[in-house]
């Protein structure tokens, strides 16, 4: 058995999670060109990228000889792609004035502060509904990897909304200057964070090799699954 060397897979893996991000953004020469170099700066700004590792560790876990190694990739990719531009979307909207009002952002300008307010809005709005179709294009023609695709994209809505990520921060904009117990800061938490959830719990199903693990990854990580409480 070859030994494993977790510096040259992350070093290898990082590169996969950039070269993805690059294939799935439009280029800042498309119409409107603002927009689109606003949504670059904003997803190509650096980060640690946790969630695309943690995305492919997982597509590597299945039994490979069981589907197309490039299916596997593809999903993973795509997956990989939806969760940081979700991601980004929020922080771009949180860093607004009327949200918390941030100047910075990994050591950069916000996306507000380095274009304008209304552009930040369009940047953040434009993530969200491209992670939406990127999720819904068609990856393999086999029933039930289209079926796995509807139920990701269930509970991406579902982890965005008013019950999710949107939830958690009206409750955090409700509660400035107060203080919270326990039980609302848990709450809080888990609704704000829930952008790992959707692919874990069904990115074995897209691969058609990681049945069920997903959801114990999410476990060891404690996190809750959507629905599953």
Known sequence: MSSF??????????????????????????VPQHLHTAMRYAVLGGGKRIRPLLVFA???????????????????????????????????????????????????PTVHKAFDEATALLVG????TRAFEILSNVIDADSLIRLAQLEMIQSLAH??????????????????GKKMDLPALEEMHACSSPMCRPAWRNCGSITACLHGFSKYLCKGF??????GR
């Open 5 to 30: 060397s977790f510096e040259a897979w992350l070093a290898t893996q990082s590169q996969r999670a950039e070269s993805a991000l690059l294939q799935y953004l439009d280029p800042d020469t498309a």
């Open 58 to 108: 997982a597509s590597e876990l299945g039994s490979i000889d069981r589907v197309d190694a490039s299916l596997v990739n593809r999903a993973a990719c795509a997956i990989e792609m939806i969760h940081e531009m979700i991601h980004t979307y929020s922080l771009v909207h949180d860093d607004l004035p009327c949200m918390d009002d941030d100047d910075l952002r990994r050591g950069r």
């Open 125 to 128: 709005d434009a993530l969200q």
């Open 159 to 176: 982890a965005s909304g008013s019950k999710g990520m949107a939830g958690g921060q009206a409750i955090d904009l409700q509660n400035v």
């Open 222 to 227: 404690g996190l809750s699954i959507p629905g």
